[in-house]
């Protein structure tokens, strides 16, 4: 026996050995030897064996003596009563326990002995390889599953490790509880003595019944490291088979036509099955309906219903759900065990790949088999995801009608369709957990297959891996350019019927159609840029209004490919229908703007009234227009600075445009001339000065204008034309005359007025005079 299972047991011969009293003479029997304790370690398995079965027949008398309601002494509460019974009820459970765990510990320790045998007769098998896949898929089965199993026992050596500890923890709280509860018997006055030895004999109950639940576990780990140490000589016999069956696999016909016939006899049964399942929903939507009849018929029977008649109509509801909830379970069989009946052949047809990727001499079918199999492994992944939610929904609803199962009477009437409903439950949790196999089988299979084709990969020569690599990079490149990026539906009228079919629009069709639009939109630029180029040179059009021009016809050409394209490639526009919605609102939100200007543009180049050359002042800035794109226009300032004009300023706001109907425009210039001048000289010399400028128009011709008398001046304006497309500026023209007017005057000897300005001086008090150098000094007026 372990040392831990020593210091429970030493702790049990302390309680028994405490100080006697006819209550404590009441405790199961605890005969020790008269030597030392550690004596014990000698104990057999038939004394231990003993020893529990005395425990039990006491601590089982002791429960029918409390189940027979015998008298407590005085101050006992009942509840200490019912404390004293489960602690009772805990001791029998865990010596059960441990007499059991005796009795397998020497069934383990044959199997440890057996399985050392087994592994020093094993030299090997009795036929050269190589081998069937049939045999090095059985070994690697149980290798998985004795590897799983030692996973389990060292985990759950591990939980019993554990719970000693805690069991050691209650033990020695225990033990100190009782040392108090003698004590208090102890000083306990006579009409309390009984009360107090009662609960004196209860803690050492409980010390003992926690010293057996200490020893069980103890067993139940020594079984568990004997059960893993034999699977750890199972484990290594299976290594050593596993290694001479070497790495070369052959694939029999025979074995391979006797997996076919296994599995076309499961799919058989399984086709049975499924059509027991649905034989059995037949019958219960039939009844379904005829519930749901019986259910409307006492809804519209009793306008005025007793009681009688709710309880009945409340049967009958409760009996359509009751159906429906049976009708659900069994869709859930037939669906599940329909994809058993699909998922059978995968196994097969997984073979048939495996054979194909180990033993074809085809580079690109062991690359098309390696592709399925990865395939396959998928969709076992996915499968895997299904039943693990298929199983947590039965679990889940088993465990909702147990619930409602233990909260009913024994005599309710639902307790009958609850349990039949329980039980189309676990048949739907047992198909759910027989298809879960079966993927978790194939899904482990396919994982070590293809592990083990890369160990054989890695053996390959460097022609053989470039050969492979090369076939498995086409391979990847045809699934990437037949990836489908967007499923639609494409509706066709036939013999005057809509049919809808389901197309799907792939990477390659997407590359294709943006590869023809690039082709067909630059060989069209390049056509426009010289159309364009053309009529520039033979002075159709200016160089400005042709780039806008070409723009626009570009944004033209653009759209019309992009629909000719599509059609072309027979992709239709509801293929990008996904670009609707949410997202075109979104859209439209945040391009407003855009969008805004845009059509302004297109309202501009359709109206006219804003061209490429014309000038304009927008916000008090002048300029000449050089280019209208499709968002904004460009103005250039005579100071040389572009100045970015959205569209919808053209529209939206005064924009003066003073080349619009013709680019001629009237300047004026004033001329101020001091009193006394002749104004008749004035006026002609004038006038002869715009006549002589050579850009100022003569039609219309220059008029000079006596425009006011002001206060220190007599005012003339001429008034002269321009043409704005000439290369000099109106400015400048207005500076040219000014310098002629200037010199035409001083030769007349007529001078030009200056400003001039009056003031008064009040001097009703001194004014204080400073002189530069000197004092000041204060002047008075005179």
């Not at 359509?320 to 909830?325: A, I, R, W």
């Not at 703007?593 to 800035?621: M, P, W």
């Amino acid at each position: 026996m372990t040392r831990t299972v020593f210091q429970f047991l030493r702790i049990g011969l302390l309680v028994a050995g405490l100080a006697g009293s006819p209550a404590v003479a009441q405790l199961p029997s605890f005969k020790l030897s008269e030597d030392k304790p550690e004596a014990l370690k000698e104990e057999t398995t038939e004394d231990k064996r003993k020893r529990l079965k005395s425990w039990l027949d006491d601590w089982r008398g002791q429960v029918e003596a409390l189940d027979k309601g015998g008298a407590l002494p005085t101050g006992i509460t009942p509840e200490e009563s019912a404390v004293r019974r489960s602690d009772l009820l805990l001791g029998i459970f865990t010596a059960e326990n441990s007499v059991r765990s005796l009795d397998t510990a020497e069934i383990l320790k044959q199997s440890i002995s057996q399985a050392k045998e087994d592994s020093a007769k094993w030299n090997g098998f009795d036929k050269p390889g190589p081998y069937s896949f049939v045999l090095h898929d059985e070994l690697r089965r149980q290798q998985e599953g004795i590897a799983t199993r030692m996973r389990a026992y060292e985990s759950a050596v591990n939980m019993f490790d554990r719970e000693l500890t805690k069991r050691q923890d209650e033990i020695k709280k225990t033990d100190e509880a009782v040392r108090v509860a003698q004590e208090a018997a102890n000083r306990a006055t006579p009409e309390h003595v009984g009360a107090e030895l009662w609960r004196l004999e209860s803690v050492k109950l409980k010390l003992r019944a926690l010293s057996s639940a200490a020893a069980m576990l103890q067993h139940t780990a020594d079984n568990t490291r004997m059960r893993f140490a034999a699977a750890e000589i199972e484990a290594e016999l299976l290594k050593r088979k596993i290694a001479a069956l070497g790495a070369a696999t052959v694939f029999p016909q025979a074995d391979l036509d006797h997996l076919k016939h296994s599995t076309d006899e499961r799919r058989k049964d399984i086709a049975k099955e499924l059509t027991n399942i649905e034989k059995s929903q037949q019958a219960v939507i039939a009844e379904r309906q005829t519930a749901l009849a019986t259910a409307e018929a006492l809804k519209a029977a009793t306008p005025n219903p007793t009681d009688a008649d709710k309880a009945k109509l409340t049967a009958a509801v409760e009996r359509v759900q009751f159906l429906d909830n049976q009708l659900e379970s069994l869709a859930n069989r037939v669906e599940i065990t329909g994809a058993r009946l699909r998922f059978l052949s995968e196994y097969y047809d997984a073979q048939t790949f495996r054979k194909t990727l180990l033993t074809s001499q085809s580079a690109a079918e062991r690359t098309e088999a390696l592709v399925s199999l990865q395939t396959q492994l998928a969709r076992a992944s996915a499968f895997d995801s299904l039943v693990d939610v298929r199983r947590n929904a039965a679990l889940s609803a088993m465990q909702e009608q147990e619930s409602r199962l233990s909260a009913l009477a024994a005599d309710s009437p639902q307790r009958p369709q609850i349990e039949q409903l329980l039980g189309t439950l676990r048949a739907d949790l047992d198909s759910v957990e027989r298809f879960g196999q079966d993927i978790s089988g194939l899904h482990l299979d396919i994982g070590r297959w293809l592990a083990d084709s890369e160990q054989i990969d890695q053996s390959k020569t460097w022609g053989e891996r470039l050969r492979g690599l090369g076939s498995r990079a086409a391979r990847q490149a045809k699934a990437v350019w037949n990836f489908v990026v967007y499923r639609y539906d494409d509706k066709t009228e036939v013999d005057g019927q809509v049919v809808t079919v389901k197309r799907g629009l792939t990477l390659g069709w997407l590359i294709g159609a943006l590869l023809f639009f690039w082709v067909a939109y630059r060989a069209g630029s390049w056509l426009l840029k010289r159309g364009y180029k053309r009529l520039v040179n033979k002075g159709r059009v200016q160089q400005g209004q042709a780039d806008t021009l070409r723009r626009w016809t570009r944004i033209a050409l653009g759209i019309v490919l992009a629909l000719v394209t599509l059609n072309f490639l027979k992709i239709p526009l509801t293929a990008f229908a996904f670009l609707g919605g949410a997202l075109a609102i979104g859209i439209g939100f945040g391009t407003q703007t855009l969008f805004k200007n845009f059509i302004s543009g297109l309202i501009v180049l359709a109206e006219r009234k804003v061209r490429v050359g014309d000038i304009l002042e927008v916000d008090g800035v002048a300029g000449t227009v050089t280019a209208i794109d499709t968002r904004s226009s460009t103005v250039r300032s005579f100071d040389g600075v572009d100045m970015i004009v959205p569209n919808s300023v053209l529209l939206e706001s005064k924009v003066i445009n003073w080349t619009h109907d013709t680019p001629v425009v009237r300047r004026v210039v004033r001329v101020r001339v001091s009193y006394g001048s002749q104004l008749r000289m004035v006026s002609t010399i004038l006038a002869e000065c715009a006549g002589e400028h050579g850009i100022i128009l003569k039609s219309p011709e220059p008029q000079v204008v006596l425009e006011d008398f002001a206060a220190d001046s007599l005012i003339f304006a001429v008034f002269f034309w321009i043409d704005l497309r000439a290369k000099t500026g109106g400015a400048t023209v207005a500076s040219d005359l000014r310098f002629m007017i200037e010199r035409r005057l001083g030769e007349a000897g007529i001078s030009l007025a200056s400003p001039q300005q009056s003031f008064q001086l009040h001097a009703d008090k001194p004014l204080r005079v400073q002189m530069d150098g000197g004092e000041s000094e204060e002047v008075k007026p005179s």
